[in-house]
């Protein structure tokens, strides 16, 4: 809208080309700056906190119901799980390996074993800790 506007287009032209009434694109423009500024203060706090070395982001949430880890398909394979997140390993090469120890689940449950352990260890006070950025195996 800002751009369009910004290339001389007058109201009426620029609310039929966006599909939107006159009203709503002065109510638009006139919450623009608004808008705008909230956007760049996310994004600031974002970036800060990427720069930080002792960011902390959110764990993703598990449904209420969820059951716990160690009733997981992934769970025999454990140990490997572990040893390869600990070397940063994503889900999906953490799944190519168990599939070659005899795992028959999909890389997806391997994610989702993953939140799950991680989450039980944050419950329990084993995560996110300033210890995690000396010890990378206490992300599982």
Do not use: C
Not at 16 to 42: C, F, N, Q, S
Not at 49 to 58: F, H, N, T, V
Not at 125 to 134: F, K, P, V, W
Request: cysteine-free; charged content about 25%; overall charge positive.
């Amino acid at each position: 809208m800002i751009e369009l506007a910004d290339s001389g287009l007058r109201t009426a032209s620029l609310a039929e080309r966006l599909g939107i009434t006159r009203a709503t694109l002065r109510r638009y423009r006139k919450e623009a700056p608004a808008t705008i500024a909230k956007v760049e203060t996310k994004l600031d706090a974002w970036t800060e906190a990427l720069d930080s070395p002792k960011a902390i982001r959110p764990l993703k949430t598990l449904a209420p119901g969820a059951r716990p880890a160690s009733a997981s398909i992934v769970a025999p394979y454990h140990e490997t799980v572990r040893r390869l997140a600990a070397e940063a390993e994503g889900h999906q090469r953490i799944h190519v390996v168990i599939v070659k120890e005899g795992f028959s689940g999909s890389a997806n449950t391997v994610y989702q074993y993953l939140l799950k352990v991680r989450h039980e260890n944050a419950l329990a006070g084993n995560d996110r800790s300033e210890s995690q950025a000396s010890d990378p195996t206490k992300r599982l």
